[in-house]
């Protein structure tokens, strides 16, 4: 499995469930526009305490959030029984896009924690072109 980092917009509100095993996860579609090219689509799992997060941030329908986690290419059945390959994520962390924020109190204020709810700084990116590689 490959690891994934993903800015998209949650398309549907969050349904959580219980599995066979009482315990709780919750699966749903995450649409990450890149440029003007067609959009990619991604079908996100969370389990356990990712779920009580996602619930307690209330991250719903239309919510920017960036979300890493494993990603796999599997095959979905559809309704009308026919098979397509769709990209599926496993979720392992996840926060607000900046400029979005949750109708919760924000998650580090209520526990203490001094985790961002905002994406992270980018990696730096050199230009190999125009500048010198560290060697």
């Known amino acids: 499995m490959a690891q994934i980092h993903v800015f998209g917009r949650v398309m549907h509100d969050l349904v959580p469930k219980e599995g066979q ?19 990619d689509f991604y079908q996100v799992w969370a389990r ?12 719903r329908k239309g919510s920017m959030i960036w979300l890493t ?10 309704k009308d029984g026919s098979t397509v390959k ?10 607000y896009l900046p400029g979005q924020t949750s109708r919760a109190k924000p998650e580090r204020d209520q526990n203490g924690s001094d985790q961002a709810e905002t994406v992270p700084a980018p ?12 060697g």
């Open 21 to 39: 095993t009482k315990q709780p996860y919750v699966c749903f579609d995450l649409m990450e526009r890149n440029g003007g090219n067609q959009p």
């Open 48 to 59: 356990g305490d990712a779920v009580a997060r996602l619930m307690k941030l209330k991250v």
């Open 69 to 78: 986690g494993s990603q796999k290419l599997v095959d979905v059945r559809q």
């Open 86 to 95: 769709k990209l599926k994520v496993w979720l392992t962390d996840f926060g």
């Open 123 to 134: 990696a730096e990116v050199m230009d190999g072109d125009h500048e010198p590689l560290p």
